[in-house]
């Protein structure tokens, strides 16, 4: 037993537990401190108080605590909960919310020592803590008037469209009172935890359970040969096992052999060694190229190592090249990135079961992004209808694209629906890294000609994507990079051809940028090439060719006024870009666009309800995921413009009790479909009188698109893009980037306080994207990191003043104008950065990450 109180109460726990944390959270229900990566202490969210001293729980043993006084955000003043979380709130300190109860803790601790807390300080102190979705502007600016004893701005909930009001849940999100998925914790409840293969590419022989079966509290082993109904699941293909069963073989060391059902956590997790596979190994294909060529195939029951091919072709590339001026040519190689959110996957299934003991339906919590999609593949797994299972929404602590995939939702559902319990999974931060998907490794060759002037020709460019072994959204990760290789640009012909290729590397899919920040890393790189060949900036370059309202781009599309954003992004770093050339600091800047939605012909169609109730608050219920970007205060900015009500009135709730669903929450389409959506049906209540029970529901569809490979001479690719203009600068003496300016064509910014977060946020991301993270596997598909501090994420102190920029250029297509902001803003940092370096020292660069030498060396077996 150890002993110690904990916001002014004594405790005796058990000795069963590994550190602080997992006493604090999994026998004294203490939930504030939120676990992103035990044991190893990287992530900063579960910071506590001990003897006053801010302190990582996860790193402090038992031991250590004993006698000591711990106190958590439950414990810390009324009123200071209150000022710190009303701070927090008012300035847009926070997103997902799953970082910032430790942050909270480490301000408190800050703020009452007894010497002034400077923003660099802070910076410093805030080192020990990772934010994935801020970029760490604003959190420092909250404390800045937390030390300052500043009032805040009055904090309310946003009004209508425009509203720069908090986020919703912002203040119980700071504090820890809405909890995440791991937080649950229902009566009777059984905990799992997975095998995971010990090999890349391996048949699998046997699987033994009968050790794990005898360990103390182990209720049941699960394997492929439990499962009723079908084997595999998909967003657009079903080739992802859910088990790779005995007879099967492994495809990637993410593959799940078996899961282990206990009544504790601890006990899961210490049986799952005793299970014993047998298997035959074989040489697994981590070399896209090598894969691309091979006859062998490199996924188990499927055939062939293509995954897809993207390709388009306009006018004639050769002449336009005999007649350029100035051609250059270049190899650029992007680097495979970990999304590092920081809660890491967990699943709550809970049974309802009848009275002959048989399972009858379900509630499944999932933090997916897509939870309709989770609901159907969890019925087709278990073969029953989907109405006797309902997958609920708990928001979630970050995702960037990479909780598409189900990840131990289709696990944990089946062991709750055979053993008749409620079973949460929660992944460890490094069975996270092991499974879920990754940012694209793409190996791009561009030939780029223009005449004398600069105007553009020609752009020749063939892509070649590591895509790992299940499709998920592979190939149009590369479709999506072949539509955007010529950037916001205007060519007279161009050439493009992007395969995703099957390997037994890391599974990759989505990710913010979703493949046009790779193809326009390359772009951006070649308009500096050809800018210093005709002599004149990388600013003038680009003027010279963005792309105007009529002008044919890329795949053909005729763009609409709705492009107008890119100039104005580009005339709004004007200045900036001007003042650093006189002043003689090295500069570069990147101009991108992405588009909002999934375009490509898909069909996409957002349903959403409104509905007045009886204790005078007012339901609307939409489709999309709320992951930080703020969805949620989307939803109900829209109602509150739309129905002229108090914002505090609205709860948003997202299940699938109501076939609402649009697939994923991705390509920034969530803000443009929801928005659409939430006004229609708030228009229709306003139609029916907004009468009380009454469900009114909205729809808002976009069917006009087409596919890149349907050969239309102009195809609509997508419906609305956004714009971005970045300018670094770097410092001349320590080489680091030293400022940055975005400027940003949101459409029409729903809330400006969450536009700049994500903006800031983004920023941040890519800037760790150019210059120093990285996510290699080595020659067995081995990945090479394991921790949180081996991804290499800028922390605080190297993040760099950065002034955003919010251009408001309308889309004549979408709801309000809007464009969306969640993708484009990281698409044209590492262009940017490349540019700056190259003013800086004179070298051109075609890797990334661009600064941390053995991630360079690290990529993969093809670089």
């Known amino acids: 037993m150890a002993e110690f109180t904990v916001n002014g109460t004594t405790h005796q726990v058990g000795d069963r537990h590994e550190h602080l944390l997992a006493a604090l959270r999994d026998e004294l229900r203490i939930t504030s401190p939120k676990d992103g990566c035990s044991p190893s202490g990287q992530c ?3 910071t506590v108080l001990i003897d006053g001293k801010a302190r990582i729980s996860c790193q402090t043993s038992l031991d250590k605590a004993e006698g000591k006084e711990i106190t958590t955000l439950e414990g810390v003043d009324e009123a200071e909960r209150e000022r710190l979380a009303a701070a927090f709130a008012a300035h847009g300190a926070l ?50 008037t937390l030390a300052a004893d500043e009032t805040p701005v009055a904090i309310s ?103 282990v059902v206990a009544e504790t956590r601890p006990q899961a997790r210490a049986a799952t060694p005793l299970v014993a596979v047998s298997y035959e190994v074989h040489a697994p294909m981590t070399n896209p190229a090598d894969a691309l060529a091979s006859d062998e195939d490199a996924v188990w029951q499927l055939d062939g190592n293509m995954l897809s091919r993207s390709a388009y072709a306009r006018g004639d590339v050769d002449d336009a090249f ?26 709550l299934a ?8 048989s399972t009858e339906s379900m509630h499944v919590y999932s933090g997916g992004q897509g939870v309709w999609d989770d609901r159907n593949d969890i019925a087709r797994m278990l073969d029953i209808s989907t109405d006797r299972v309902t997958v609920e929404l708990v928001s979630n602590g970050g995702a960037f694209g990479g909780k598409e995939d189900m990840s131990n939702q289709g696990q944990t559902a089946l062991a709750a629906w055979l053993l008749g319990r409620p079973v949460k999974t929660t992944f460890s931060r490094e069975e996270s890294f092991l499974v879920h998907t990754k940012r694209h490794a793409i190996r791009m060759q561009y030939e780029v000609g223009c005449d004398s002037d600069g105007k553009l020709l020609a752009v020749r460019a063939k892509m070649l994507g590591d895509s790992g072994p299940y499709a998920s959204v592979g190939g149009k990760v590369l479709e999506r990079a072949a539509g955007h290789a010529s950037g916001p640009y205007v060519t007279e012909t161009i050439d493009i051809e992007a395969i995703a290729v099957r390997t037994n590397n890391s599974v990759c899919g989505a990710f913010r940028g979703f493949g046009a920040n790779q193809a326009q890393f390359a772009m951006e790189g070649m308009m500096d090439r050809l800018a210093a060949e005709v002599g004149i900036s990388g600013w003038e370059i680009r003027n010279r060719n963005v792309i105007t309202p009529g002008v044919v781009w890329g795949p053909g599309q005729i763009m609409d006024d709705g492009c107008l954003g890119a100039r104005a992004c580009l005339d709004a770093v004007k200045p900036a870009w001007d003042a650093a050339e006189a002043a003689g600091r090295p500069v ?54 739309e129905l002229g009500i108090d914002a505090d009135r609205i709860r948003v709730i997202v299940d699938t009790t109501r076939e609402l669903g649009a697939g994923q929450t991705t390509g920034s389409r969530g803000t443009v479909m929801a928005s659409g959506s939430v006004a229609d049906a708030a228009r229709n209540a306003v139609a029916g009188g907004c009468e009380v029970g009454v469900e009114y529901e909205g729809v808002y569809t976009v069917d006009w698109t087409n596919s890149i490979n349907d050969g239309l001479e102009n195809p609509t690719i997508h419906s609305t893009f956004g714009y971005a203009a970045q300018l670094m600068e770097i410092d001349p ?26 903006i800031e946020g983004a920023v941040h991301m890519g800037l760790g994207y150019a210059l120093s993270e990285g996510f290699p596997c080595d020659e067995d598909g081995r990945p090479l990191n394991n921790t949180l501090r081996s991804l290499d994420i800028i922390r605080p102190k190297d993040m760099p003043p950065t002034e955003v920029i919010l251009v408001e250029s309308a889309d004549p297509n979408s709801p309000y104008g809007i464009k969306g902001v969640g993708e484009i803003g990281l698409v044209p940092t590492a262009g940017a950065v490349a540019a700056a370096l190259h003013s800086h020292d004179g070298d051109w660069r075609t890797e990334l990450p661009m600064r941390t030498e053995k991630n360079r060396e690290r990529l993969s077996a093809w670089t």
């Open 588 to 641: 570069g800047m990147g101009l991108g666009l992405k588009n909002s939605g999934l375009g490509n012909g898909a069909v996409e169609v957002s349903r959403s309800t409104v509905q007045f109730m009886e204790d005078d608050t007012v339901e609307v219920r939409h489709c999309w995921t709320e992951m930080g970007q703020g969805v949620h205060t989307v939803a109900r900015q829209v109602a509150v413009e």
């Open 733 to 758: 003496e320590s080489g680091a980037v030293s400022n940055v300016v975005a400027a940003h064509d949101v459409g029409r910014a729903v809330n400006p306080l969450l536009c700049e977060g994500q």
């Open 95 to 144: 997103q997902c919310g799953f970082c910032t109860p430790g942050i909270l803790m480490r301000t408190h601790a800050l703020l009452g020592r007894d010497k002034e807390t400077t923003r660099d300080d802070a910076a410093r102190h805030l080192g020990a803590h990772l934010c994935r979705c801020t970029g760490y502007v604003k959190i420092l600016d909250a404390v800045e």
């Open 157 to 259: 909930a946003a009004g209508g469209i425009g509203g720069r009001g908090v986020k919703y849940e912002a203040q119980s999100l700071s504090l820890g009172d809405r909890g995440f998925i791991d937080d649950m914790q229902p009566e009777g409840c059984l905990h799992a935890a997975v095998v995971l293969s010990e090999h890349a590419r391996a048949d699998i022989l046997g699987i033994d359970t009968s050790a794990a079966l005898a360990a103390p509290g182990v209720v049941a082993v699960l394997t492929g040969a439990d499962i009723p109904g079908e084997l595999r699941s998909g967003l657009i293909y079903k080739d992802w096992p859910t088990f790779i069963p005995v007879g099967g073989r492994t495809s990637y060391l993410g593959d799940v052999l078996a899961l």
């Open 44 to 46: 900063g969210c579960c």
């Open 322 to 347: 005999e007649r350029a001026a100035h051609i250059v040519r270049e190899t650029f190689q992007t680097q495979r990135i970990d999304h590092a959110f920081l809660e890491p996957e967990s699943t």
């Open 350 to 357: 809970v049974p309802t079961v009848g009275a002959d003991g």
